[in-house]
T-cell receptor, first 116, second 115 residues
Framework: AQSVTQLGSHVSVSEGALVLLRCNYS??????LFWYVQYPNQGLQLLLK??????LVKGINGFEAEFKKSETSFHLTKPSAHMSDAAEYFC??????????????FGTGTRLLVSP | GAGVSQSPSNKVTEKGKDVELRCDPI?????LYWYRQSLGQGLEFLIY????????KSGLPSDRFSAERTGGSVSTLTIQRTQQEDSAVYLC?????????????FGQGTRLTVV
């Protein structure tokens, strides 16, 4: 079964610093991978998704993620953090049910803290 | 509507009472999901609907939990005889289809507190 592991429940950066949020996946088939963001008191919003078209995926708000099959990773990065990036970030993998439909399996999330 | 709508946004209930949580998906979306987000935990899959049928109920924690979907649209998650461990944010999501790389659109959730 497909799964994802997010390393670090909390990541703290200074404003302007590089953001790196780690996600490793486990999948016996080529995976479809997603990053979602949850701002305080809001639902989840899609940041970006990997669907095998390109290994470097660009998303909203300056975020990007690179799919590395050799490392089974899909880490999320942003060159320069903004205060508004403070949120919880979830990595997810799409897993195929025996019904032929998919469901998302989420990691435990990483809370990004941005200090001035 | 423009997005996934969940009601109520907050619910406080006494232990042992039944609660109903409602989800209005985006119009035309055939796939609907319920997830639970507990404090300090990730998102826990509860149940998935394709149309009115639920091909996957594997995530429902106990037989106190049930869900239905009518008219291929609105879904209701019912928790009977609530317990304190049921306290969590319940998130609903919908997608245009159950396809392998389809984005799921999430509602803002219902925060359930059992006292």
């Amino acid at each position: 079964a497909q799964s994802v592991t997010q390393l670090g429940s909390h990541v703290s950066v200074s404003e302007g610093a590089l953001v790196l949020l780690r996600c490793n996946y486990s999948s016996s088939v080529p995976p479809y991978l997603f990053w979602y963001v949850q701002y305080p008191n809001q639902g989840l919003q899609l940041l970006l998704k990997y669907t095998s078209a390109a290994t470097l995926v660009k998303g909203i708000n300056g975020f990007e993620a690179e799919f590395k099959k050799s490392e089974t990773s899909f880490h999320l990065t942003k060159p320069s953090a903004h205060m508004s990036d403070a949120a919880e970030y979830f990595c997810a993998v799409s897993t195929l049910l025996n019904t032929g439909f998919q469901k998302l399996v989420f990691g435990t999330g990483t809370r990004l803290l941005v200090s001035p | 509507g423009a997005g996934v709508s969940q009601s109520p946004s907050n619910k406080v209930t006494e232990k042992g009472k039944d609660v109903e949580l409602r989800c209005d998906p985006i119009s035309g979306h055939t796939a609907l999901y319920w997830y639970r987000q507990s404090l300090g935990q990730g998102l826990e899959f509860l149940i998935y609907f394709q149309g009115n049928s639920a091909p996957d109920k594997s995530g429902l924690p106990s037989d106190r939990f049930s869900a239905e979907r009518t008219g291929g649209s609105v879904s209701t998650l019912t928790i009977q005889r609530t317990q304190q461990e049921d306290s969590a944010v319940y998130l609903c999501a919908s997608s245009p289809q159950g396809g392998f790389n389809t984005e799921a659109f999430f509602g803002q959730g219902t925060r359930l507190t059992v006292v």
